[in-house]
Nanobody
Framework: QVQLVESGGGLVQPGGSLRLSCAAS????????MSWYRQSPGKERELVAR????????NYADSVKGRFTVSRDNAKNTVYLQMNSLKPEDTAVYYC?????????WGKGTLVTVSS
């Protein structure tokens, strides 16, 4: 079965950096577009970044452009989210996502808290 396991969250000061990882299993990782979403209390889940399988191209939410970088290692079945210049408004639970034949699969999420 499809499994997505996020790690790397934690408490960081404004301006700091974190790298999130998502280990995937149960499907052909190299053939699937992978996405990172986040959800803050009282807000809807929003797309943060996406990396496509065909050519490795990426896209980002406007709020994180220039600060976050999504990447993938197909040999390790892992997708990463490098987050730099973190702001308090980046505080959220971050989720890994893959969509396979009209079904969305999610990890349990990892909490990122940006605070001094």
């Amino acid at each position: 079965q499809v499994q997505l396991v996020e790690s790397g969250g934690g408490l960081v000061q404004p301006g700091g950096s974190l790298r999130l990882s998502c280990a995937a299993s149960g499907f052909t990782f190299s053939a699937r577009t992978m996405s990172w979403y986040r959800q803050s209390p009282g807000k809807e889940r929003e797309l943060v970044a996406r990396i496509f399988s065909v050519d490795g191209s990426t896209n980002y939410a406007d709020s994180v452009k220039g600060r976050f970088t999504v990447s993938r290692d197909n040999a390790k079945n892992t997708v990463y989210l490098q987050m730099n210049s973190l702001k308090p408004e980046d505080t959220a639970v971050y989720y890994c996502n893959v969509r396979i034949i009209l079904t969305n699969y999610w990890g349990k999420g990892t909490l990122v808290t940006v605070s001094s």
